[in-house]
């Protein structure tokens, strides 16, 4: 079947779908980890009578254990953002 009036048409068009559906990968690839906010609005108060300290002086271990208590997810790097009042984290996606 030609469309355009381009000889080999098919082939060419079957040969991109087969490029689509099996990419070839990059070795070195590594994928990115996704990044999510855990806000504290109404925890912070209580977060940090727990903590006995502002959660800005907390170390990044805390701010870990706080995330994976919330969420359940286990991060892998956290910070804490006074002005969002939440913690920005990183956690490696599993693939399905």
């Known amino acids: 079947m030609r469309y355009y009036g381009i000889p080999w048409e098919?082939?060419?068009w079957e040969?991109?779908?087969e490029e689509y559906e099996n990419p070839k990968r990059d070795p070195d690839w590594q994928p990115e980890p996704e990044r999510e906010w855990?806000?504290?609005?109404?925890?912070?108060?209580?977060?940090e009578a727990e903590y006995?300290?502002?959660?800005?002086?907390?170390?990044?271990g805390?701010?870990?254990?706080?995330v994976e208590k919330i969420?359940?997810?286990?991060?892998?790097?956290?910070?804490?953002?006074p002005r969002m009042y939440?913690?920005?984290?990183?956690?490696?996606a599993m693939e399905a």
């Open 71 to 81: 969420t359940g997810i286990i991060a892998e790097a956290a910070t804490y953002d």
């Open 15 to 17: 040969r991109r779908r």
């Open 38 to 47: 855990v806000f504290l609005d109404d925890e912070l108060d209580n977060l």
């Open 86 to 92: 939440g913690i920005r984290y990183e956690y490696m």
């Open 52 to 60: 006995e300290c502002k959660l800005t002086e907390l170390p990044e």
């Open 62 to 66: 805390d701010l870990l254990d706080i």
């Open 10 to 12: 098919d082939q060419y």
